[in-house]
């Protein structure tokens, strides 16, 4: 398990292992997502339907190689208008003495299509296919195979790129520099040697519904103020990050799915005004989603995030951002671990068997956390440490391994109502290690194994009505905590309805005890006020508070010191 401290994770480039040979015609229909495509050798003869074979060629719109030079050298035909765009068609290109790019497109604003053909071996840090200050592109049904970049698009906008194979090549598959409005979909981008598709300060682009898969560091990165994009129905597998977004903004990432990839599904740093919707992040080796370092404002909404190595959800050093209807069930860690953030919301998830806590904010201020469901997590349902200013409402915690809700280490100022803890393994709801000036209010916490409300080591805080019935051992339970008021709560049928151990100055009025076997317990405690509580107990005692115990013994004691003075003076008159 990774530490949970630790800033950044450092990119890792994962090199996969060689994919098997399948044999495919290249068409709209794509791979199966643990399948690499991989031509047989009469590919391009067979199946594109090859006429020719070029090599190094250049079209540049304003030198002496333009659009109607390239029609001389009969590699195109058309005219260049929206009705009547260039074609090039049904060829092989090749870079004759690599390093170089096999076709390079330049500073044109004509319309053209390129189809059917074949872009392999440019080596050196070249491309398949070179577009530089180029608009009004159309690259459908291609193949673009063992160069650096498959495709590098530089300058480039309002180009469309689908339909097409991009596979093994030696660093990316598609590179956007610079590049606007484009779309790049229904590609199969698999096998790479680096990243599937890369954008740098590119925007309002949209790729979606690809193949991405076994890549070796990533399958999707957008970098360097690559705003306004949208990522949507992309499947990724099996690259080291299937998302990778950092240093850019409000980019919409929804219903990719994103499984097995070696370190994160979607992974944010620096990232911000972004929407997070409707992906499926599962089985990865850290975490399914993962945000960081100044990723402030995103919605992560309505993801799934289950069975990954560590977390579901882990945003760090990240404020105002809105954590929302995700699921994350089954993860190695915990379902949401939100650490060193504020001013954050974390609502309506469904958080169920992680092996540590549904929930867990550490660190954090001014967080909301509502409407949660956390439940069979094998620590806590929710988890607040060293965290304050926090609204903990209506959420429902129960059957966890430890507490549903546990407030601990010096988390202050913290509301918590309207929860419920219940039939979990420890106490609905334990504050402890000076979690002080906490207020728990309209809570319910029942038939849990130990407690109702443990307090514990921590003072000055205020319990008021609340509910903690049919617990197996004290209703409301302080331990070594002082200056707490329990004030208007009910605690029926535990063992005690309040117990203090070690702990002083405490208030407990007006509350409801009733069906417990005591009442009231008390053990090494001092200055504690019981006034006005409705008790009846069951287990034989007198049902009694201890104040008025301490009165009633008080009188007696009174009593029978003034019949001995009374009968020594008595006894001495008679003498």
Same mark, same amino acid.
């Given at each position: ?30 791979? /199966?997502?643990? =399948? ?13 339907? #090859? ?36 074609? @090039? ?64 698009? =530089? ?8 339909? $097409? ?11 956007? $520099? ?10 199969? @981008? ?29 399958? #999707? ?11 949507? !129905? ?5 690259? !080291? ?8 903004? =409000? ?39 993962? #945000? =960081? ?133 420890? $106490? ?6 000076? $979690? ?123 009593? /029978? ?15």
């Amino acid at each position: 398990m990774l530490s949970k401290n630790k800033p950044k994770f450092t990119v890792l480039l994962i090199t996969f292992l060689t994919c098997s040979i399948i044999t495919i015609t290249i068409d709209t229909n794509f791979l /199966a997502s643990n =399948e690499i495509f991989e031509p047989t050798p009469d590919y391009e003869t067979t199946s594109l339907k #090859i006429s020719a074979t070029y090599s190094d060629i250049v079209i540049n719109d304003i030198g002496g190689t333009d659009w109607e030079w390239a029609i001389t050298q009969g590699y195109c035909v058309g005219s260049g208008t929206v009705g009547d765009p260039y074609i @090039i068609e049904d060829d092989i290109f090749i870079s004759s003495a690599p390093p170089g790019d096999c076709l390079s497109i330049l500073n044109s604003e004509k319309y053209f299509i390129i189809r059917n053909c074949s872009f392999k071996v440019s080596g050196g840090n070249d491309a398949g296919l070179y577009l530089f200050n180029v608009t009004n592109g159309q690259i459908n049904n291609n193949f673009f195979y063992d160069n650096y970049y498959g495709m590098e698009l =530089e300058q480039v906008n309002n180009t469309e790129i689908r339909d $097409s194979q991009i596979v093994d090549n030696t660093h990316d598959g598609i590179f956007l $520099s610079d590049s606007h409005y484009n779309t790049i979909s229904n590609n199969n @981008i698999s096998g790479n040697s680096n990243q599937g598709i890369l954008l740098d300060d590119s925007t309002h682009n949209t790729i979606s519904n690809n193949e991405i898969n076994d890549n070796g560091a990533i399958g #999707i990165i957008l970098v360097t103020n690559s705003n306004d994009n949208t990522l949507s !129905g992309n499947d990724a597998t099996r690259n !080291g990050y299937g998302i990778y977004i950092d240093t850019c903004s =409000e980019n919409t990432i929804s219903n990719n799915d994103l499984i097995d990839n070696n370190l994160f599904g979607i992974y944010l740093e620096d990232a911000d005004q972004s929407d997070v919707i409707s992906n499926t992040a599962n089985d990865h080796g850290v975490a399914g989603i993962y #945000i =960081e370092l100044g990723s402030d404002g995103n919605t992560i909404s309505k993801n799934t995030a289950n069975n990954n190595l560590d977390d579901g959800i882990y945003v760090l050093d990240s404020d105002n951002n809105t954590i929302k209807e995700n699921t994350m069930n089954h993860n190695g860690d915990d379902g949401i671990w939100v650490d060193v953030c504020q001013d954050s919301i974390v609502n309506k998830n469904t958080a169920y068997n992680n092996s540590g806590n549904g929930i867990h904010l550490n660190n954090g201020d001014n967080i909301t956390c509502t409407e949660n469901l956390v439940y069979e997590n094998q620590e806590n349902g929710i988890r607040l440490f060293s965290t304050d200013n926090c609204i903990i409402e209506d959420n429902n915690a129960h059957h966890n391994g430890l507490d549903g809700i546990r407030v601990y280490s010096s988390s202050t100022n913290n509301i918590l109502r309207f929860n419920i803890g219940q039939f979990n393994n420890l $106490s609905g709801i334990h504050l402890l290690s000076t $979690s002080n000036f906490n207020l728990l209010i309209d809570n319910l916490a029942t038939n849990n194994q130990e407690h109702g409300i443990y307090i514990q080591t921590s003072d000055s805080n205020t319990l008021t009505s609340n509910t903690a019935n049919n617990n197996e051992l004290n209703g409301i339970n302080l331990l070594s905590s002082d200056a707490n008021s329990i004030v208007s709560n009910i605690a029926k049928n535990n063992k005690n309805g309040t117990f203090l151990d070690s702990s002083n100055n405490n208030i407990i009025t007006n509350n409801i005890l009733t069906g417990n076997a005591a009442c009231f317990n008390e053990t090494g405690s001092t200055g504690n006020i019981f006034e006005g509580n409705i008790c009846t107990s069951v287990g034989g005692g007198l049902g009694i508070d201890p104040t008025t115990i301490l009165l009633i013994t008080s009188i007696i004691e009174g009593v /029978a010191i003034l019949a001995l003075v009374s009968l020594f003076f008595i006894r001495k008159r008679k003498s």
